[in-house]
């Protein structure tokens, strides 16, 4: 084909020229959601479709010298390209979650973490800015401590392993969360841990000498800790059912969920061999903890699979099942007390149909409108054999561009956090580069191939 015709037709293309729809991105968490809109709080999505593609100015076709032998070489400058399509902002219902799920997993909005009246101290609530500095650096010097011993590494590398899982589960269960909450109990322990650290005073102390929390939840420390791993590892136990479509009742599968499950129960126990339970306690200083760490030299006990589907059985019914506690006796496994198997139960149940719930959620759109680019100074580097229909685009050369979103719609809080999140999302520029240079160059190739 004569190089003539190719800008003609590359012209033509472009009309058609076909630009993949983006994804649904993750934009933004936990947004409380404008009055109007028929969700209270949501995860907000943000995703491009509809492209077209056009030119409305010159294409030219240059010739250059080659350096292959058997091709011609020649350079297609397109001055501009005007690419238009829409955007979609879509919310995902969630529930309003008052815990910071960025590492802290401290109350946003209890009694610990309200609004001062005007004139207080600067700071919020039990935990002030100031406080909770502290306890971040803290937590990452004891951090720092335990990395300094092999046994402190392999302890830190069973949880790193599994805290997206953890997290997820905070996330997507409310079950989960007012577990945590309840009674301010957790709240104050972390409080306590954190004098008794600087002090090296007793961590855990036994429940006659001090209890944690208010009313009818106020309990040990020991009792309160215990409570949250078997909360946590059955909340687990029920994700890896759900996700594999499993019923309520069925066995633990092997993936992601149950093996977090078993590293939370392994930690506990773990713990149980330094004297401590949910019914006893053997007080530690945070020095004799670190001793115990970097002195064990001992297997750690570890559950099997086999053994968290014994417990899941243990926890069906009042008493355990005879069957359930007896393989749990032949095999030495740990035997629930009746607290845990009701507390499990409870658990289970809540949590497979908060996962199942979550699973049935539909997108709501929030806010639609156009986008649109003006490309400028684009150039593709084209080779065409002189004996055969080849086509080799060496080089597709896109300046950088931006988008611009029609934005006039958005309003509130919502909308503050859209725009902000938006300018940080790199990612999205780079992919939507790439899907244009991509279509440009099968435009290219379609425009240069000899009918």
Not at 102 to 130: C, H, I, V, W
Not at 337 to 352: A, G, I, L, Q
Not at 381 to 392: A, K
Request: aromatic share 8%; proline share 5%.
């Amino acid at each position: 084909m004569n190089t003539s015709n190719i800008s003609a037709r590359l012209k033509a293309e472009l009309v058609s020229c076909g630009i993949k729809d983006t994804p649904a991105f993750p934009l933004a968490l936990n947004v409380k959601m404008p009055e109007a809109h028929e969700l209270d709080n949501a995860n907000l999505t943000f995703r491009f479709y509809d492209f077209s593609c056009s030119n409305s100015r010159t294409i030219q076709a240059i010739p250059l010298e080659s350096e292959h032998s058997g091709y011609r070489k020649m350079k297609i400058s397109i001055e501009q390209l005007n690419i238009v399509g829409r955007y979609a902002i879509e919310a995902m219902e969630v529930p309003a979650i008052d815990l910071d799920l960025g590492g802290t997993l401290m109350p946003f909005n209890s009694k610990f973490n309200k609004p001062r009246p005007a004139g207080a101290d600067e700071g919020t609530g039990f935990f002030n800015e100031q406080e909770k500095e502290e306890f971040l650096n803290q937590a990452r010097e004891q951090r720092t401590r335990l990395m300094d011993t092999p046994n402190g590494q392999q302890l830190m590398g069973v949880y790193d392993a599994h805290e997206e899982v953890f997290t997820e589960m905070f996330q997507n269960s409310n079950a989960v969360r007012t577990t945590w909450q309840q009674g301010n109990v957790t709240a104050e322990m972390a409080s306590h841990t954190s004098d008794a650290i600087k002090q090296d005073s007793m961590i855990n102390p036994p429940p006659q000498e001090k209890t944690f929390g208010q009313g009818f939840y106020q309990m040990g420390y020991n009792n309160n800790a215990f409570i949250q791993q078997v909360s946590l590892a059955t909340a687990c136990m029920a994700a890896a059912k759900q996700t594999e479509g499993l019923p309520n009742d069925a066995k633990i599968p092997n993936n992601k969920y149950s093996q977090a499950a078993l590293a939370a129960s392994n930690f506990k126990q773990a713990v149980s061999t330094t004297g401590n339970t949910q019914d006893n306690t053997t007080p530690k200083t945070a020095n004799q903890v670190y001793t115990d760490v970097e002195t064990n030299s001992g297997d750690v006990p570890q559950m099997t699979l086999d053994e968290l589907n014994n417990i899941q059985s243990q926890s069906m019914g009042p008493g355990g099942g005879a069957t359930a506690v007896a393989e749990a006796k032949e095999n030495g496994w740990y035997i629930l007390s009746e607290d845990e198997r009701t507390r499990m139960r409870s658990m289970m149940d809540r949590c497979y149909a908060e996962f199942c719930a979550f699973d049935e959620r539909k997108p709501l759109p929030l806010w639609e409108g156009t986008c649109s680019a003006s490309i400028c100074g684009t150039e593709i580097s084209v080779l065409l054999s002189e004996n055969t229909p080849e086509v080799i685009i060496e080089q597709v050369e896109l300046p950088v561009f931006d988008f611009e979103l029609d934005d006039s719609q958005w309003e509130e809080d919502a909308a503050d956090i859209a725009r902000e999140r938006l300018s940080q999302i790199h990612f999205v520029r780079s992919l939507l580069h790439t899907q244009i240079s991509k279509s440009l160059e099968l435009a290219t190739l379609r425009a240069c191939q000899i009918s």
